[in-house]
């Protein structure tokens, strides 16, 4: 069986395709993620108004939150690394790529579900306004990134 020139040159532009898409998921979630980081810690302190004793309930919690944060992100670099490496390699399958793509997808997870953990213990520890505040933040920001 012959395949025809036609359908060569649509699986090598359907491939090509798919590796831009993924090198630029890849890019996106390594750039968009410290900023909403930050933005998050300013507003908490900027709106929240946390008492002395809040700030020291809290400490605990962050310090633990930031190393998990930190080991997470560099996964993340790593895995996107290792996806930037796979497409711009002479020869790139698709499987390499997309084993890659999971990779990062995989610790872009993990650090997502570690920020949902860390907002319940810092929901647990503040007054009921706060919370409020706290939920609502969250809930605006996850449905589209405009926070209140």
């Known amino acids: ?10 699986s090598a532009v359907t491939v090509l395709v798919a590796i831009g898409a993924a090198w630029r998921v890849a890019q996106q979630a390594t750039q968009s993620t410290g900023a909403s980081e930050q933005s998050f810690h300013e507003w908490l302190h900027a709106n929240l108004a946390l008492s002395a004793a809040q ?3 809290l400490k605990p919690f962050e310090a ?7 080991r997470l992100r560099n996964e ?4 996107g690394k290792q996806l930037a ?9 698709p499987e390499t790529v997309e084993t890659s793509l ?4 995989m610790a872009q997870g993990e650090l997502q579900r570690a920020t949902l953990r860390h907002f319940f213990q810092m929901k647990d520890h503040l007054d009921p306004r706060q ?3 706290l939920v609502r933040w969250t809930h605006d920001n996850l449905l589209d990134g405009n926070p209140h």
Request: hydrophobic fraction near 40%; charged fraction near 30%.
């Open 1 to 10: 069986m012959t395949v025809a020139p036609r359908t060569l040159i649509w």
């Open 55 to 57: 700030h020291q309930a």
């Open 64 to 70: 633990s939150f930031e190393i998990e944060r930190e």
């Open 76 to 79: 993340i670099r790593a895995a």
């Open 85 to 93: 490496e796979g497409i711009r390699e002479k020869g790139a399958k």
């Open 102 to 105: 999971q990779r990062l997808q």
């Open 131 to 133: 919370a409020e505040q």
